[in-house]
């Protein structure tokens, strides 16, 4: 996974998104930060803290319908102790996005209450949508813009390419300036976001990559890995994920010429498998090991 490190590297970009960032927070009154509910901790970036200064923020988990319920639970909990409003969430049926207006508001109560005592009653509450590639940002904007029935606007006087959306009577969401990225220092992360399908294929190795998440899955998500490719616990223990890789091509008849096992097909079957959830509802950063999380 060593190729990892040098395709996540951007720093150029990272400091033109910090600029802009920076240059719109006087524009907003809070951040909502889109992570993924199946890698919270993977997918924030670890920058983000600093760039955002002291701005009110809340969590989005959004994705939370391929995730595990629970640990998801334990993630809104986590949050909230450290002070961060969290809403868990799923673009693709709409769950949970009722959320959102309600958890901004009572995030931003005392200032709507010195608002309304200044005579600003009704005053647009702005908030900004920041988040890495493929966390479901735009999917969010387009539910929220949606499900309010609300057009996209272009104001004027603000940097073009910002858009703003109105996504309801008194409420605005702002699309993040630019591209924020993960935590390019960290392998685990960066496999776990390859793991979800976060980092393009084309560049990765899907053999090496299979056998990393059923290694994974085997040490975490026994019973679920097993259930699906109809394997038994004592047989995997101990192996090397290409050995998996290899049981899981012979259980599903992966063959090619000369009887030997298509471990091509039978990588590309896990990891379609992971990411759509077949192989079920699976947490990859837990709560347990991630408490030093900060946003
Ligand atoms: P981004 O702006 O942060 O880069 O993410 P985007 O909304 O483009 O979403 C990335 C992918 O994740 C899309 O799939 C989108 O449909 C999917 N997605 C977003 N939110 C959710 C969710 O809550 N649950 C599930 N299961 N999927 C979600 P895609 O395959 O890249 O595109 P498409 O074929 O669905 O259009």
Known sequence: MEELKSIQ?????????????????????????ILDARVPYSSCNPDLRSIINN???????????????????????????????????????????????????ELLADKIKSWEEKGMTGRTIKVMVVGIPN????????????????????????????????????????????VLWHRFDDKQVGEKLAYIGSIKDEILDTEHLAGRLLEYLRDNNTEQLCARYKLIPEDISGLEGYDILELVGKKRGMLISGGEINTERAALTVLDEFRSATLGKITLDKTEDCTDVKI
Not at 11 to 28: A, F, N, V
Not at 72 to 101: H, Q, Y
């Open 9 to 33: 590297w951007y720093p150029g970009h990272m400091t033109r998104t910090k600029r802009k960032i920076e240059s719109q927070l006087k524009l907003i009154d809070a951040v909502a930060i």
């Open 55 to 105: 701005k009110p923020r809340m969590v989005v988990l959004n994705k939370s319908d391929m995730a595990d319920s629970n640990e998801t639970k334990k993630w809104i909990k986590l949050f909230k102790e450290k002070g961060i409003p969290a809403v868990s969430l799923d673009c693709k049926s709409g769950r949970g996005l009722n959320m959102f207006i309600p958890t901004v508001k």
């Open 135 to 178: 966390v479901g940002k735009s999917s969010f904007i387009n539910r929220m813009a949606k499900q309010n029935r609300a057009k996209v606007e272009d104001r004027p006087g603000v940097t073009r390419g910002n858009q703003w959306f109105t996504i309801g009577k008194g409420f605005d969401l702002l699309d993040t300036p630019g």
